[in-house]
Structures are given as C-alpha cells and as structure tokens.
Nanobody
Framework: VQLQASGGGLVQAGGSLRLSCAAS????????MGWLRQAPGKEREFVAA????????YYADSVKGRFTISRDNAKNTADLQMNGLKPEDTAVYYC????????????????WGQGTQVTVSS
C-alpha cells in the first residue's frame, strides 16, 4: 500500500492541525493505520493507531485527550486531528500501516508514507 500524508504546517501553541493520509489500495480496510513522529535529534515515536474497522483507537500518553485518529474505509483515508498543540509536538509526522495487530511499537509498521512537517511555535 502506498501512503500520502498531507496537512502539516506552522501553528501557534494551543492551535489545531488536521493531518490526512490517503492510501492507494482498495484493500485499505484490511490495514491497521497509524501515525508516528520524529523530532530532530530524537527517536521516532508512536503517536496513534486505529484498527481496521475504526472501532478501536490507541494513543501515546503524551497526546491522549488532544489528538484524535479516524479513518474512512470508503475513501481510503486516515486522519489525525491535533488540538491543543504544544511546542513539544513539533516533528515530522508519518502515516503508517501494517497488516499486524494494532501496536504502539513503531517498528511493527511495514508501510510508511512521506513525512509531513508540523511546527508549533511558543
């Protein structure tokens, strides 16, 4: 599956952004979707994931209550709504997918889109 992420940008602290991920395959609904991020000088980290049906979602503690992941299997898209953004959310965000069970382990995601930069100013 090919993934195309969009929606990054520059926002002030407390603001919101919505990232979107478009997938290429009609079998999109069989993939667990997720978002990972990597800040300069830091390891990549898990942000959020959603199971194939969209019924179950998973979040890193650092974003829980502020970020919401969703998917539309009819449109082959997965979005990440980010509210209450903080400077520490600044990173390159990657849309990812896997055929495995939902996981917070970034290494378990086999398919990656290109990153989209999110910058939060203080």
């Amino acid at each position: 599956v090919q993934l195309q992420a969009s929606g990054g940008g520059l926002v002030q602290a407390g603001g919101s952004l919505r990232l979107s991920c478009a997938a290429s395959r009609r079998t999109f609904s069989t993939y667990v979707m997720g978002w990972l991020r990597q800040a300069p000088g830091k390891e990549r980290e898990f942000v959020a994931a959603i199971n194939t049906s969209g019924e179950f979602t998973y979040y890193a503690d650092s974003v829980k209550g502020r970020f919401t992941i969703s998917r539309d299997n009819a449109k082959n898209t997965a979005d990440l709504q980010m509210n209450g953004l903080k400077p520490e959310d600044t990173a390159v965000y990657y849309c990812v997918a896997t055929k495995r069970l939902p996981t917070k382990a970034s290494a378990q995601y086999d398919y990656w889109g290109q990153g989209t930069q999110v910058t939060v100013s203080s």
